[in-house]
Each structure stands twice: as structure tokens, then as C-alpha cells.
């Protein structure tokens, strides 16, 4: 073996070693059979899990669904909510949590801090993501058909969205939620670096409709995956009681629903808060901590994120003479774009403990009596060594040129960056290259041929030859017009106003949630447009203005 390749080997050795961590179980007694480990299929050993998503970021998500969650008075109901909870099998009640499909910005243009009450603010956001709930890329502006105007593109709407997350949270969104279900997001979401899907036009009675099987060989690459809307539904709970009466004998299913607005107190409505309190409510009693604990109710991301970490850990055992059952974790394999990185260790030990050494960077709650034994171990703040560690990469506009900036925490072994450009999110070219300086450092890069809307990513080299892609990070060519809508949700009529300078190729459609044209005027400034002969449901208002568009939901109830 030559000197380079000992030194290489030795090198991943020690990487190995960095990323191995011995948790330690003092076992209160010698036991009469040797002890064995396994990896719970779903989190802290529950039987099936469930997520719930609430769509479109308006500010009853806040108002109402964070008091009704976490507990608390809820407004304008009457109702103070005790808060829904299960438990982490040792014991702890955990709270029921929720994701958020988020728009960065409605589709005229006002983001949520432009002081429009309809919507969430991005301190709300943050407010309600530091207490767990995930945030789900769902387009910036929910144009949801496609690249007619060359400025809302399907790539510029997701790669939008991801930037102003960043940019206010600093958190990443790795699932994508389809809006409107157009089959038109599904690959590009892939392309530009998102995990999974979920569509409610996906996959038309495939697997995945009646439950995800999270057990030992399921396919977390790519995946695409059915969501039920609630709202069709809130007075039937049979589809959830399949799931739960399948959930047993080793198999272990995830099964998610979604909803828009949970503020409308109107008891005559198909869809209103208190249908939605008395589904929720009645889901705990019977699966929750007081009724058979046997749910994990958990947003899309988190519970995604517990299956690709269970695949990726990997352990020895050894039992000592004294009695300690040592488990070896190699967490090498574990990505580190988790939000999470969790796994559930069942215990089969005739032997109880009530010990549990930990290394530093994770934590755990355990259960160490009993039939089931379990150990919950949290590793979110353990970190590997890596080549390089990427804290900030940006992109702004300055006159004619796309200035990039981007930051690094640590350079170990790194050769440097490559900088790639594309124009379409799919086709990317190098434009220009920058040596690494060897220790965490800032860099800077112009793109002098900036003239519409690009898209920009690093490919970082290590001095071994292999490499890795940064996050994608774009800038946009602003909108041509502006419309607004109100209200969003109403029984009669919509009022619909605009900003064009020329009306003469401007319309306003009423689409079905099914894609359904309902009616069609012609536009102006201010148009009322009757929605009261409309079935009650969800509709889509879209404008045209010549090769340009904008989209909006509504509510008709």
C-alpha cells in the first residue's frame, strides 16, 4: 500500500470513529439470554403515523389552529382547547403537531409583511416552527399552471419559495406540496433538490392511498406520496380507522390529510372549525394518550425525516462483564440536511435498566422495564466531520450583474468552488471557478451576463477528486401587474381588482378544484364576480393580462 492511500485510509478511519458514538445501557441484572437490538419502525414504537398539513399560510393558522394544537382559548368559538397529546412511550406526553404549506407571497404580490390580515407573518412562522411544526414548500405565489409569462416559471416558484424561507428562517424546506395537484411541479420539485412529494391527484388510488408502509425496505428516494383533503370528509373518520386496524402484525403505515381554513365558525358549512375540533379531538381520545397511545401524529417532513435517519443508523452490540449493554452507533450514513435525526431502539433484554450513558450531541428518553423496552435517542446536534461546511450562499442583483456571496464555516481537505448557472432550473453551465483558501472564509462572485432569471449553485471539489452540490439560489424578474382579491373565502361574491394599463386581452375564469372552467368575464380595474350559485367548496380565480397570469384560491361556503 503506498503512502497516500495509508494516510487516506487512516484518515477515514478516524472519520469513522468521529462518527461512531457508544450509548450505554447498565442493565440491573445479568440476563438469562443474550440481549438484542432493533430499529422501530415509526417513531417511539407507535403503530402508524399521521400527518396533518393546513395550505396557503393564512393567519387562522395561527389564530386558531396554534391555541387549538397547543392549548389554549381559541377565538371568536367559544372553546378552549386542552391541546392534543401522545406519548413518547416512556412516559412523556408530547403534543400533536402540524406542517405548513407555505407561500412566501400571495399571487398579488404581498408577502406576509405587508400587513394584510388574511395572511400569517413571518414572525408568526418562526413563532410556531420553534414550537416543531414544519414548513412545506408549496410554490412562492400558488401560479400553479405553469410558465406562460416567463416570469413564473415552475422552477422560479420553487426555488423562490425556498430563498425567502431561508432568507427570514434560515431553515430549509425539503418537502414539496403540490399546488392545485399540478403534476407539473413533480419533477422539477425532484431537480432542484426536494426529497419528496405529496399531491392529492397522486398516485389515483395507488399504495400510497390508502397509507406510505414506512417498514424496513421502504423507498424514501424520490418519493411521491397521496394526501387526503379533509375537508370532503371531516364527518367520516373510516378512512382513518383502515389505517390504524392495518397498522398491526409488523406493518406500520403513514397516512396524511390537509385543509385550508379552520376559522369559519359557521356550523351550516361543510367545512368549519368545529368539525374540524370534534375530528381532531375524537382522533386523540380514541389514539392518543388517553385512549390506545398507538398514534404518532407528526407533520410530513418530521416524520419522513425519522425513516431515512432509522435506514441510514447502523450499530454493533456488545454486553460486558459488568453487566453494560454498549450499543456502537455508526451515524456516518445519516444526512445531514435533516432537521432531525432521531431513531427508536426497541430493547429485548430479560434484564431491566435504569442507566443510560450518553456521548456529547445526543440526547434520549428510555423505557427500561417491562415486555417492550425502549430507547429513544435524539442525535440532531451531533455533527461529523465533513470537507467543507457551507453557512451562507446568496444572490443579489446589482445594476446589470448577479453578484453571489457565499461563506463557509470550515475547509478540511477542500479543493474549491465551481460556479454553475442555469436559466431554466434543469441545464446548468459553469461560469467561473474559485480556489478554496483552506480555513472558513468569504467569497464573492459576479455574473456580468445577468439579464433574466437565473438560477446559481456551487459545485464544491474535494482535493480527492469527489464533490458535492450546494443549495440552488435564484433571482427573479419581477411581476408586470398586480391583482387583488376579497375576501377569500364568501357565499356570494368576490370582488377582484386590478392594475392594468390595457384591458383589452384581460380575463377573469372560476375554475374547480377538479380544473372545471365555472365562468368567465371580461376585466377591468374593479370587477365583482357572483360565486352564489357555485356548490360549496374550494374554486380558483386566475386572471389573464395578454401572455401574463395570476392565480388565487377561494373558499365558497
Avoid at 26 to 51: G, H, I, M, W
Avoid at 68 to 82: A, C, D, E, M
Avoid at 281 to 303: H, I
Avoid at 520 to 547: D, K
Wanted: glycine share 6%.
Amino acid at each position: 500500500m503506498t503512502k497516500t492511500n495509508t494516510l487516506l485510509v487512516i484518515f477515514l478511519l478516524l472519520c469513522i470513529q468521529l462518527m461512531s458514538q457508544k450509548v450505554i445501557l447498565q442493565l440491573d441484572a445479568t440476563p438469562s439470554s443474550t440481549p438484542s437490538v432493533s430499529k422501530a419502525s415509526l417513531r417511539y414504537n407507535k403503530d402508524f403515523a399521521y400527518s396533518f398539513t393546513l395550505d396557503d399560510c393564512s393567519a387562522d393558522h395561527y389564530a386558531v389552529a396554534k391555541p387549538l394544537f397547543q392549548g389554549g382559548i381559541v377565538p371568536n368559538s367559544g372553546y378552549t382547547s386542552p391541546g392534543f397529546f401522545f406519548t413518547d412511550g416512556c412516559g412523556n406526553n408530547l403534543p400533536f403537531k402540524i406542517g405548513l404549506a407555505w407561500n412566501s407571497t400571495n399571487t398579488y404580490g404581498a408577502g406576509p409583511n405587508a400587513n394584510d390580515p388574511n395572511y400569517m407573518t413571518w414572525t408568526q412562522l418562526q413563532e410556531v416552527y420553534n414550537l416543531g411544526w414544519d414548513v412545506i414548500n408549496h410554490s412562492y405565489a400558488h401560479r400553479a399552471w405553469g410558465d406562460i409569462s416567463g416570469n413564473y416559471t415552475y422552477a422560479n416558484q420553487i426555488t423562490q419559495n425556498n430563498d425567502a424561507v431561508r432568507n427570514h428562517l434560515g431553515v430549509e424546506m425539503p418537502i414539496f406540496v403540490a399546488p392545485s395537484g399540478d403534476y407539473n411541479y413533480h419533477s422539477v420539485a425532484l431537480q432542484l433538490g426536494h426529497k419528496a412529494i405529496f399531491d392529492q391527484n397522486y398516485p389515483q388510488g395507488g399504495v400510497s392511498f390508502n397509507g406510505i408502509q414506512v417498514d424496513d425496505n421502504a423507498n424514501m428516494t424520490e418519493l411521491k406520496g397521496f394526501r387526503e383533503t379533509i375537508e370532503s370528509q371531516v364527518d367520516n373518520a373510516t378512512k382513518l380507522t383502515y389505517i390504524a386496524n392495518q397498522s398491526t402484525g409488523g406493518t406500520h403505515l403513514w397516512y396524511n390529510e390537509f385543509g385550508h381554513y379552520i376559522n369559519n365558525m359557521n356550523t351550516s358549512a361543510a367545512f368549519n372549525f368545529y368539525k374540524f375540533k370534534d375530528y381532531i379531538s375524537n382522533l386523540a381520545s380514541v389514539y392518543g394518550t388517553n385512549g390506545s397511545d398507538r398514534v404518532w401524529f407528526a407533520p410530513l417532513q418530521e416524520v419522513y425525516e425519522y425513516v431515512v435517519s432509522r435506514q441510514n443508523v447502523n450499530y454493533n452490540l456488545s454486553l460486558t462483564a459488568e453487566n453494560k449493554l454498549e450499543i456502537t452507533l455508526n451515524l456516518s450514513s445519516v444526512p445531514t440536511w435533516l432537521r432531525r435525526k432521531t431513531v427508536t431502539l426497541v430493547i429485548n433484554s430479560t434484564a431491566n435498566f435504569s442507566n443510560v450513558t450518553l456521548p456529547q450531541g445526543i440526547t434520549a428518553t428510555w423505557r427500561g422495564t417491562g415486555s417492550t423496552k425502549l430507547l429513544n435517542l435524539d442525535f440532531t446536534n451531533y455533527t461529523p466531520v465533513v470537507p467543507v461546511e457551507l453557512v451562507k450562499f446568496t444572490a443579489t442583483a446589482k445594476n446589470t450583474m448577479a453578484v453571489l456571496n457565499w461563506e463557509t464555516a470550515a475547509e478540511r481537505k477542500f479543493h474549491g468552488f465551481e460556479i454553475e448557472k442555469s436559466t431554466d432550473g434543469f441545464s446548468y453551465t459553469p461560469i467561473g471557478k474559485i480556489n478554496a483558501t483552506g480555513n472558513g472564509s468569504k467569497y464573492s462572485f459576479e455574473d456580468v451576463q445577468f439579464s433574466k432569471t437565473s438560477y446559481y449553485r456551487l459545485k464544491m471539489l474535494d482535493k480527492d477528486g469527489t464533490f458535492d452540490y450546494s443549495r440552488v439560489v435564484s433571482l427573479l424578474v419581477a411581476s408586470k401587474f398586480n391583482v387583488k382579491i376579497t375576501p377569500s373565502v364568501s357565499d356570494e361574491t368576490v370582488i377582484v381588482e386590478t392594475d392594468f394599463d390595457d384591458k383589452t386581452t384581460a380575463t377573469i375564469e372560476v375554475y374547480s378544484q377538479t380544473g372545471q372552467l365555472k365562468t368567465r368575464q371580461t376585466a377591468s380595474h374593479f370587477n365583482t364576480i357572483s360565486i352564489e350559485n357555485l356548490p360549496q367548496g374550494l374554486y380558483f380565480v386566475r386572471v389573464n393580462h395578454g401572455q401574463d397570469f395570476w392565480v388565487k384560491k377561494i373558499v365558497k361556503y
